[in-house]
């Protein structure tokens, strides 16, 4: 049996429904059928049952939908517990270099750095940046020339600051 498709019943079980598991899953509902299919047929018995709206779990598949919540529980556990801690962020970055593990980075930082590699990207739907400042301190000089630097170095680096690739 595949993980990944235990995976994918444990989610589709804890959200009741097959459109809803995809939905969370960030999949097509068809990928979910299909991955469910392998997994009754690796499992050797029907893990779901078509109702007249959606599908049901049988006492197979609750039992493997817990044991799979059981495992991502389990997973959640032990990456919790395997974390690095450092002193500096010098030393973070040199561990990054060496791949000793993950870490969600801004874009402009990770890729100019040697040895670093994007595994997946990652949008919150938008990338607006604002740059404020407060009223009665727009006319000053040194803030409109900090102003006029930032935008300069958005305007130059716009790509990794919205996550493209370089």
């Known amino acids: 049996m595949d993980w990944d498709d235990i995976r994918i019943l444990t989610v589709v079980a804890r959200a009741g429904s097959l459109t809803e598991g995809a939905r969370v899953l960030r999949v097509n509902p068809m990928t979910v059928t299909r991955r469910l299919r392998a997994l009754e047929e690796a499992a050797g018995t029907s893990l779901t049952e078509k109702w007249k709206h959606g599908i049901v779990l049988t006492p197979a598949g609750e039992d493997m939908a817990g044991v799979g919540g059981s495992v991502e529980g389990l997973m959640h556990d032990l990456d919790a517990r395997i974390v690095m801690r450092v002193a500096t962020i010098a030393t973070f970055m040199d561990a990054l270099q060496a791949g000793v593990g993950l ?64």
Do not use: K, N
């Open 103 to 166: 870490a969600l980075l801004p874009c402009i930082t990770g890729e100019r750095l040697p040895g670093v590699r994007r595994v997946g990207a990652w949008s919150d739907g938008g990338t607006w940046l604002w740059v404020l400042t407060h009223p009665d301190l727009r006319s000053s000089a040194r803030v409109q020339a900090f102003t006029r630097f930032v935008r300069g170095v958005i305007d130059r680096d716009r790509a990794l600051l919205e996550g493209g690739l370089v």
